[in-house]
């Protein structure tokens, strides 16, 4: 069966850490993948997708940065944290059936202190 | 720009009764539709989706309606159930890239 799998669940980090965010899905192959961030009492927001290996493309422009060192992984990152960073962070990625839209990981509440 | 919006940011309705959910949404080129449910600290799960060439689908309790003329789509839930308590977020998917664009979100409570 295909899965999607992210951690941590929750995160608290100090304002100038460094981020790593991490997913995975399990059960097909070469899927679509997405990272998306809910920002209190807003919608999600679409950081990053990527379509292979090493492709990424960026959607708004912002103190993150994601890779995608294999098919299956997807990293999102920061070299400094700021406070604005805190939110929900939701990996996902795109099922065979397009009708189904996207299926989302458990997501990582990240608070930057 | 926001091309899907929800613009109640929150409903309630009592136990057994009907539950809508609006969206509109500005781009022609979406080609299916499709609503998300999300529990606090969770991701979000798909619910149900309507293609751009119908205006009608049906799953149980849940009824999406698409009025094209109009750029609005709306969630009816029947009846309502507490469990159904959650943040829906209505999506609309890009034709050429297959991008999901999301709306703000609606909180709907359903009281027992």
């Known amino acids: 069966s295909q899965t999607i799998h992210q951690w941590p669940a929750t995160l608290v980090q100090p304002v100038g850490s460094p981020l790593s965010l991490e997913c995975t899905v399990e059960g097909t192959s070469n899927p679509n993948l997405y990272w998306y961030r809910q920002a209190a009492g807003r919608g999600l927001q679409l950081l990053f997708y990527?379509?292979?290996?090493?492709?990424i493309s960026s959607e708004v422009p912002q103190n993150l940065s994601a890779s995608r060192p294999q098919d299956r992984q997807f990293i999102l990152s920061s070299k400094k944290l700021l406070l604005s960073d805190s939110g929900f962070y939701l990996c996902?990625?795109?099922?065979?059936?397009?009708?189904?839209?996207?299926?989302f990981g458990s997501g990582t509440r990240l608070t930057v202190v | 720009d926001q091309q899907v919006k929800q613009n109640s940011p929150s409903l309630s309705v009592q136990e057994g009764r009907i539950s809508i959910l609006n969206c509109d949404y500005t781009n022609s080129m979406f080609d299916y539709f499709l609503w998300y449910k999300k529990y606090p600290a969770e991701g979000p799960t798909f619910l149900i989706s309507?293609?751009?060439?119908?205006d009608k689908n049906e799953d149980g309790r849940f009824t999406v309606f698409l009025n094209k003329s109009a750029k609005h789509l709306s969630l009816h839930i029947v009846p309502s159930q507490p469990g159904d308590s959650a943040v829906y977020f209505c999506a609309a998917r890009l034709s050429n890239t297959g991008k999901l664009i999301f709306g703000q979100g609606t909180t709907l409570q359903v009281k027992p």
């Open positions: 990527s379509v292979g290996i090493g492709q």
């Open positions: 309507i293609s751009s060439i119908k």
């Open positions: 996902a990625w795109t099922r065979d059936r397009v009708d189904y839209g996207y299926t």
